[in-house]
């Protein structure tokens, strides 16, 4: 089964700041760097199920992008009713625990 990605706006500026965080727009390696996450995060599409569930909720599933120390969590919920796949936030690894009930 495919599913739709769409990404949610808490998600949207997630990106937007990280992309100018690894200042993407001058750095070529950044911006492939930046690419390559964009890429996964769409490669949900198919079997998002592959990706483990996070400690945060059962109802949420986690894509790791990177390479320690330098891993980013993206942070999704599947919607089957819908075949779509939420992308809710992009942070960090080290970050706090996200909280699914946090205003978007």
């Known amino acids: 089964m495919v599913y739709v990605v769409s990404i949610a706006p808490r998600a949207e500026r997630d990106l937007a700041n990280l992309y100018e965080y690894i200042d993407a727009e001058r750095s070529h390696t950044a911006l492939n760097w930046y690419l390559g996450l964009s890429r996964a995060i769409l490669s949900l599409e198919n079997h998002p199920k592959r990706c483990a569930v996070t400690p945060e909720s059962p109802e949420l599933r986690h894509l790791l992008y990177g390479r320690k120390p ?4 993206v942070i999704f919920r599947i919607l089957e ?6 992308i809710l936030h992009i942070r960090h690894g080290r970050q706090e625990e996200f909280s699914p009930r946090e205003p978007g």
Do not use: D, F, L, S
């Not at 009713?81 to 939420?86: A, L, P, S, T």
């Open 81 to 86: 009713k819908q075949n779509k796949v939420e």
């Open 70 to 73: 330098r891993v980013y969590r």
